[in-house]
């Protein structure tokens, strides 16, 4: 049972440049999450999706797109890359109501 | 709108003394509480969690906080601080009605000096 998987682990990229930031877990859950942190910030909610098939904007959506095709999968999405998306990328999980998320190790991504 | 404040920035303690980290949340629906720990460059490993009854919860490592609904407030506290324990930590309150979404403070840095 290894949890919530994130790849990679780093990367950096260029202005304008796209990429996808892989998440999966192996525990069936059926909430996903897709978080930022940026230094004093916290983390802040990207996407969210409740099932596969279902996804849903959260605080700072812009500039990302999710896919939710399967329950153990759910991608992030940065196309044109920008360097306000330079950050630390945290996917989390979780099984239900009364639950609480479980988080991948992180994507650092920085964009120069 | 929801909102987590965590006043402290940073604090530092001496090896040994207690621990106090606030938190304070608005909330427009009964919040399931949270309390995160991350060490430099890992992921977030969660301390403890409350969603019902007891007001008073344990969690691993020694931390313990509380829930005081009329202060909207939900402190960790350790009665005696590890060198170990220095790291960033985060509060989160989320509530079954908006999707079990999680609002995070900013984050308090725990130092502890020897």
């Known amino acids: 049972n290894a949890g919530v998987t994130q790849t990679p682990k780093f990367r950096i990229l260029k202005i304008g440049q796209s990429m996808t930031l892989q998440c999966t877990q192996d525990m069936n859950h059926n909430y996903m999450y897709w978080y930022r942190q940026d230094p004093g910030m916290g983390l802040k909610l990207i996407y969210y999706s409740v099932g596969a098939g279902i996804t849903d904007k959260g605080e700072v959506p812009n500039g990302y797109n999710v896919s939710r095709s399967t329950t153990e999968d759910f991608p992030l999405r940065l196309e044109l890359a920008a360097p306000s998306q330079t950050s630390v990328y945290f996917c989390?999980?979780?099984?239900?109501?009364?639950?609480?998320?479980?988080f991948g190790p992180g994507t650092r991504l920085t964009v120069t | 709108a929801q909102s987590v404040t965590q006043p402290d920035i940073h604090i530092t303690v001496s090896e040994g003394a207690s621990l106090e980290l606030r938190c304070n949340y608005s909330y427009g629906a009964t919040p399931y509480l949270f309390w995160y720990v991350q060490s430099p460059g890992q992921g977030l490993q969660l301390l403890l969690k409350?969603?019902?009854?007891?007001?008073l919860v344990q969690g691993i490592k020694g931390f313990e906080a509380e829930f005081k609904r009329s202060q909207s407030s939900f402190n960790l506290r350790k009665p005696s601080v590890h060198w170990s324990d220095a790291a960033e930590y985060f509060c989160a309150v989320g509530a079954r009605e908006y999707g079990n979404k999680l609002v995070f403070g900013a984050g308090t840095i725990l130092r502890v000096k020897s």
């Open positions: 989390a999980s979780l099984k239900g109501d009364f639950y609480e998320q479980y």
């Open positions: 409350y969603f019902s009854g007891d007001t």
